[in-house]
């Protein structure tokens, strides 16, 4: 386990759980909740970061050894999306941006078609793109070719805790895309991420049940731990990886070949 | 499109008794549904709810954090100019009231921006009477440009306008608009408002519809809680809420829950609404809608503001005067010029502290300006 390490954008990454800094009663907790999740990578919503603050700007609070992953909440389309982008470049955020756009504020679900737009353009510019998207094996593919570095599934909607719902189809995506897998929003439980990590999903990403969780820093312990269990559980290999349906022919097995 | 058909199917289905028909199991039901239908809306908003408020308490309040988490938006509105051309009867800025009538010059309003935003504040909201001849379109497209040197974020609450014009006012740096229909009773609505522009009922009601279509990022409703049947527009105010988050998906919809206040003027209120149904309804709406912003002005006091935050509010006012050029200085005469009294006139930083000691993040920012303008060259 200790080399069992994944790589988006260039960097090596040896936690599998990302974190967010949304909802938090007190920022201040943040630095301790990145260390008891153990977490590396985080997001923030550039609407919320505020440079010119003098005191309580969100990004005070992100410890350094963090890689720093804004997103686009709040973009309706593609050019917002990328407006956002080119905006915490220009701010000091660094090259990863995990885009998100939804124009629908009843679910926010995300628009695959704008996402892969925004995709597409930003990779070009150079960004380490992660996407967040419906759990869509087109839209997978066309993220793939659009130069994402990753794509994040949902599991449920937006902080619904809801778990795992797109089970099937996150499972789809892990076999056929050839990217990292990091299921992203919905996810209620520390059991929920093991879910996914049992099933072979590279990382998960949980802001809303370890923010709103009455000890978030106990909460983000758990939820590291369990995608560390989750996690072993794929690599000591369960079953196998793949289901697709069975060739063989029970009943004419005894003919010595396949049928 | 308009919610006014909708709402007069609506309101000819709510003769006053409608209310009293629900039982305690109807209330229990709509709480414990996953998406509350009109019926429990309206279950939850019956007489037969206020044994039930703990019960509607504990679920509100989960709905609350799990979707907004543990914060609050601050905003405060800044009064540009208290001229206005209406004769509503409740209104501190009636033009037949004695008061001492002003409007910002555009110096005036970057003191006040600068005064404002020396406070932490980012969101901002401004406000006018209704005199489209001096405090009209123009007006405000000007003093936002001046006031997006300060502020990420401005909102209008003004008269109701053109969707033409509230695009003018998007392309100009305007992210939100406020629109109280006052009351949804057509009828008391024409007394209410005698003469002046804002008798036409229709055209204020289908305004926050203008204003989506416009691009609005943000639109938030509101009926004054009083002038007429508070439960009937309440009721309205939340399915007029649930219709434009139906039709305009990508708008933020929010809701106030404005309760009269004294003002300048001689007029009472029809009924008041106490604590107990202020509270109901607010918990009522975050039921039926888990992802409407709730938005509690500095009409209420500190203690009531601070023991419903758990119960479902997203934004609120802080460091508030509702007086013209009431920022920068200090001494223009709030009692003479106000729209109305406020209760709440702690400074931003002591609602901060306040809303940290409950364990609540205060909220500066909240949106990134994306105008063209901005973006280039980034």
């Keep these: 386990m200790s080399k069992d390490t994944f790589e988006i954008g260039g960097r090596t990454l040896t936690s599998r759980l990302f974190t967010g ?11 301790e909740v990145c260390e008891a999740s153990g ?24 410890p350094e050894h963090m890689q720093l992953l804004p997103n686009t909440s709040g973009a309706r389309d593609a050019d917002e999306a990328v407006r956002i982008a080119r905006l915490a470049r220009a701010m000091g955020c660094g090259d990863w941006i995990k885009i998100e756009v939804i124009s629908d504020n009843r679910y926010l679900l995300p628009d695959g078609y704008e996402t892969v737009r925004a995709t597409e353009i930003l990779a070009n510019e150079g960004f380490t793109v992660l996407p967040y998207v419906n759990a869509d094996l087109y839209v997978a593919k066309a993220l793939v070719d659009a130069g994402a570095a990753a794509v994040m599934p949902l599991g449920a909607p937006i902080g619904t805790n809801r778990g795992l719902k797109t089970r099937e189809m996150v499972r789809i995506l892990i076999e056929e895309i050839d990217l990292p897998i990091v299921v992203d929003a919905g996810i209620g439980r520390p059991s929920e991420a093991c ?13 809303t049940a370890i923010a709103t969780a009455s000890d978030p820093v106990m909460m983000a312990r758990a939820f590291g731990r369990a995608v ?25 097995g005894f003919l010595g070949g396949a049928a | 499109m308009s919610f006014y058909p909708l709402m007069e199917t609506y309101a000819e289905g709510l003769p ?14 709509a709480i414990n549904r996953t998406t509350a239908t009109v019926e429990d809306f309206m279950a939850l908003m019956s007489p037969a709810a206020s044994s039930l408020l703990e019960e509607m308490a504990r679920k509100a309040s989960r709905l609350t954090v799990q979707h907004f988490g543990r914060t609050v938006s601050l905003f405060t509105p800044l009064y540009l100019a208290n001229i206005c051309t209406n004769h509503c009867v409740y209104c501190g800025f009636n033009c037949t009231n004695r008061i001492h009538r002003s409007m910002l010059s555009l110096e005036e309003v970057d003191a006040e921006g600068a005064a404002i935003a020396a406070t932490g504040l980012r969101n901002l909201l401004i406000l006018t009477g209704d005199a489209p001849a001096k405090t009209g379109v123009d007006y405000l497209e000007a003093c936002t440009r001046v006031l997006n040197r300060h502020f990420p974020s401005v909102s209008i609450e003004v008269f109701a306008m053109t969707e033409e014009e509230y695009a003018r006012l998007v392309r100009a740096g305007v992210d939100g608009m406020t629109m109280f229909q006052e009351t949804y009773d057509e009828k008391l609505y024409a007394v209410l408002h005698p003469k002046g522009p804002k008798r036409d009922y229709r055209f204020r009601l289908d305004a926050p519809e203008r204003a989506c279509r416009a691009g609005m990022r943000v639109v938030n409703i509101g009926a004054l809680l009083g002038l007429g049947d508070w439960r009937r527009d309440a009721l309205l105010t939340g399915l007029h809420a649930a219709y434009l988050m139906h039709n305009y998906p990508e708008t933020d919809i929010a809701v106030s829950l404005p309760r009269m206040r004294p003002h300048v003027g001689d007029w009472e209120p029809a009924t008041i609404v106490s604590d107990r149904d202020m509270v109901q309804f607010l918990m009522a709406l975050r039921l039926f809608l888990p992802r409407v912003g709730i938005t509690i002005s500095t009409r209420e006091n500190a203690e009531f503001r601070e023991n419903i935050l758990p119960l479902g509010v997203t934004r609120m006012s802080a460091g508030v005067s509702t007086a013209v050029g009431g920022h920068a200085d200090e001494t223009s005469g709030e009692e003479n010029t106000g729209q109305f009294d406020i209760s709440d006139a702690r400074s931003v930083d002591e609602v901060c502290a306040a809303l940290r000691s409950r364990g609540y993040q205060p909220v500066f920012k909240d949106w990134e300006p994306l105008f063209e303008t901005r973006g280039e060259g980034i």
């Design chain 1, 39 to 62: 977490s590396e990578v985080i997001t923030v919503a550039l609407r919320r970061v505020d440079l010119e603050s003098a005191t309580g700007n969100v990004m005070d609070f992100i």
């Design chain 1, 195 to 207: 879910e996914a990590m049992e099933m072979g999903a590279d990382a998960v990403l949980v802001n």
């Design chain 1, 228 to 252: 560390r269990a989750g996690r072993e559980a794929y690599l000591s290999g369960p079953g196998a990886k793949r289901v697709l349906a069975d060739a063989s022919s029970p009943l004419t």
């Design chain 1, 21 to 31: 800094t949304g909802k938090y009663g007190d920022d201040g907790v943040i630095p």
């Design chain 2, 16 to 29: 006053d008794a409608r209310f009293d028909d629900f039982t305690e199991q109807d209330v229990r039901r």
